[in-house]
């Protein structure tokens, strides 16, 4: 029996800010984050996480209420609760809250938490939220809705509640070297426009009413980011902002540290001047950003790799799509981005 997409954002097209610390939340904060390959933007939920088989996912809803009443989380579950009950099968459903009330937790020092913290008088105002949500959704069969099925629904989501800053959530995205010094202004536009992505995910091919027969089939809406992409996105940001004002890499001294002082600083120079205006070529970036993901690939692949073993495994054809860059700026682009994330 094939899956109906139903309920999917209809009216609001914008990523809330919620929706992204959400993303960000599975993406660098969940036990499972490094298994997590595909976000899958407003489809069958907010957000769903995938690995990159497809085989394993995640069901996430996000609210920004910062205290919604136990029976208001009841209704807002419904849909994990729809998802939980289909064929497909989840790893976990997790809901990401803006905050709760001061009388749902039992200890409220937890913010990431199953149903055994909450307390009982809220369990029920919860449950009974639920109920009567469920019933009045088309999509939710009736002989779903039994104590039996919604206790083990229970039993199995993640309460996560929202205790970050936006630029704590974007820190976790790249594990940056203590030696490398990015100011919030960076890390809140990073966010900025991972949210404004997700935005415009929301608005490729209409869902509503689509079917599915595996979750495989939810790659076809485009409506789907990667780990990769965002690390990416949040690695040319630091590179692009920092990479006139930073001195020479000092792994690069691999390459030429033998050079005089004076000859050193051409070199550097003539570097900067040229990944700069590969940067600012816009006729030809997307050549010079499908360069930069192989680099950070290959680096993230090769952690003991050195500067030449990298340069050695980049695909040619790469190199040879993008102007201005010659084998010494190539070098100074992966010592720089090296720098940032080893």
Not at 139 to 148: L, M, P, R, S
Not at 257 to 273: A, I, T
Not at 308 to 325: S, T
């Amino acid at each position: 029996m094939p899956y109906i997409i139903s309920a999917s954002e209809k009216t609001r097209k914008s990523a809330s800010e919620t929706e992204t610390k959400a993303l960000l939340y599975l993406m660098n904060f969940d036990e499972h984050s490094s298994q997590i390959h595909y976000y899958i933007i407003d489809v069958i939920n907010d957000l769903s996480g995938h690995s990159v088989d497809m085989i394993n996912s995640w069901d996430v809803q996000s609210k920004g209420n910062k205290s919604p009443s136990p029976k208001t989380i009841g209704k807002e579950i419904v849909t994990l609760f729809k998802n939980f009950m289909s064929e497909f099968n989840f790893m976990k459903s997790i809901l990401f809250l803006g905050g709760v009330s001061s009388t749902f937790r039992i200890d409220e020092s937890i913010n990431i938490f199953g149903i055994e913290n909450v307390k009982s008088s809220s369990k029920t105002k919860m449950i009974e939220g639920l109920k009567e949500e469920a019933a009045e959704k088309e999509y939710i069969e009736g002989e779903w809705i039994t104590d039996e099925n919604i206790d083990i629904f229970l039993d199995q989501l993640t309460f996560v509640i929202d205790d970050k800053g936006k630029t704590e959530y974007v820190r976790g995205i790249i594990s940056l070297k203590t030696s490398v010094i990015v100011n919030d202004e960076i890390l809140i536009s990073i966010f900025d426009s991972i949210r404004d992505v997700q935005s415009a995910k929301k608005n490729n091919m209409n869902v509503e009413g689509k079917s599915l027969n595996s979750l495989t089939d939810i790659l076809r809406f485009k409506r789907h980011m990667t780990s990769d992409e965002i690390r990416i996105m949040a690695l040319n940001r630091i590179v692009n902002t920092n990479i006139m004002d930073k001195g020479m890499p000092i792994c690069l001294n691999e390459v030429i540290g033998h050079l005089s002082k004076n000859d050193l600083k051409d070199v550097v120079e003539d570097c900067k001047l040229n990944i700069s205006k590969a940067l600012f070529d816009k006729n030809n970036s997307d050549n010079f950003w499908d360069l930069f993901g192989e680099i950070y690939t290959l680096i993230t692949d090769n952690p003991q790799g050195t500067i030449e073993k990298i340069f050695i495994l980049i695909n040619k054809n790469k190199i040879n799509c993008v102007h201005h860059l010659d084998e010494m700026a190539i070098k100074y682009l992966v010592a720089l981005i090296m720098e940032v994330i080893i």
